[in-house]
């Protein structure tokens, strides 16, 4: 069966510290890859999505990027936080090719203070 | 312009009885896909049930149901026996192709509480 995992599960970092969020999946081969963040209270919003390795596509212009060294890692990253990047961040998978659901990872909160 | 919209921010069922959650999208492609999820107070994303645009039958997974009007263009989810366990926030999402690959667009959601 396929999972998703995610860490760290918390973190909490200073302003104009660096991020580096690690997202894997196990038990699927080349799938999409998403990053989602979820503001408090909030629905979610699409940062990058990933069709293969190296492959990236960015859907919100911010300080954030993201890669993908290897088929199903998946790695959010900022050089420097901004107190807006507060916020829940979540991983998902899905099959590529096929009509179905994506599949998300339990998620990180992320506090910068 | 593509989106999703939950004009229910919160809603409160008695537990054993049924409640309807509503969703509205806006796309002009042919061919979308829409999903209900579930996230509860740990955060995770739990997948619900799913509607294909050409799915002629709404979908159904145990207690949970779809009421899809394309015409319409809404999506709403049904729960029928509400459970305590039910109590969670719920987000109706769009799924449509761009580029080659899937794009989401979720909608802000609706927070269930189910009383005892």
């Known amino acids: 069966s396929q999972t998703i995992h995610q860490w760290p599960a918390t973190l909490v970092q200073p302003v104009g510290s660096p991020l580096s969020l690690e997202c894997t999946v196990e038990?699927?081969?080349?799938?999409?890859l998403y990053w989602y963040r979820q503001a408090a209270g909030r629905g979610l919003q699409l940062l990058f999505y990933s069709v293969g390795i190296g492959q990236i596509s960015s859907e919100v212009p911010q300080n954030l990027s993201a890669s993908r060294p290897q088929d199903r890692q998946f790695i959010l990253s900022s050089k420097k936080l901004l107190l807006s990047d507060s916020g829940f961040y979540l991983c998902?998978?899905?099959?590529?090719?096929?009509?179905?659901?994506?599949?998300f990872g339990p998620g990180t909160r992320l506090l910068v203070l | 312009a593509q989106k999703i919209t939950q004009t229910q921010p919160g809603m409160f069922v008695q537990e054993k009885e049924a409640v309807t959650l509503d969703c509205t999208y806006d796309t002009s492609d042919p061919s979308y896909g829409l999903f209900w999820y579930k996230q509860p107070s740990s955060g995770e994303m739990i997948f619900l049930i799913y509607q294909g645009s050409y799915d002629q039958q709404n979908a159904t997974e145990g207690r949970y149901s779809l009421n899809f009007q394309k015409a319409r263009k809404s999506a709403n989810l049904v729960i029928s026996a509400s459970q305590l366990g039910d109590s969670a926030m719920y987000f109706c999402?769009?799924?449509?192709?761009?580029?080659?690959?899937?794009?989401?667009?979720f909608g802000t959601g609706t927070r269930l509480k189910v009383l005892a």
């Open positions: 999402a769009m799924r449509l192709t761009s580029r080659g690959t899937y794009k989401y667009i």
């Open positions: 038990g699927t081969s080349n799938p999409n």
């Open positions: 998902a998978w899905s099959v590529q090719g096929a009509v179905e659901t994506q599949y």
